[in-house]
């Protein structure tokens, strides 16, 4: 069974940055996609960011593009999210995800059949 174990979360003042890193079980010659969502209070799961098994591919939701960043490193077993400029619209639990079919970039919650347990981002104004 694979297992995903996000960190880095926690509390920010507005226009801070955070980093969050993804460490997934998977053996890395597997290289499927990976992504980031995120579920506020009283919201549905929203995607944020993804990218792809060899990471040359990247897709972000419109409100993230410009201040978050997306990587991996294969060799680590580890995705990131670079988040800048964070405000308190960003406050959210903030879970990553892989897929077990595809290799390329996806943004809907079905293609990804793993999910981490979430981490707390929480951005004061």
């Known amino acids: 069974q694979v297992q995903l174990v996000e960190s880095g979360g926690g509390l920010v003042q507005a226009g801070g940055s955070l980093r969050l890193a993804c460490t997934t079980s998977t053996r890395t010659s597997r290289n499927y996609a990976m992504g980031w969502f995120r579920q506020a209070p009283g919201k549905e799961r929203e995607f944020v960011a993804a990218?792809?098994?060899?990471?040359?591919?990247?897709i972000y939701a419109d409100s993230v593009k410009g201040r978050f960043t997306i990587s991996r490193d294969n060799a680590k077993n580890t995705m990131y999210l670079q988040m800048n400029s964070l405000n308190a619209e960003n406050t959210a639990v903030y879970y990553c995800a892989e897929s077990n079919m595809y290799y390329t970039a996806r943004d809907f919650p079905s293609d990804y059949d793993y999910w981490g347990r979430g981490t707390q981002v929480t951005v004061s104004s």
């Open positions: 990218i792809s098994g060899s990471g040359s591919g990247t």
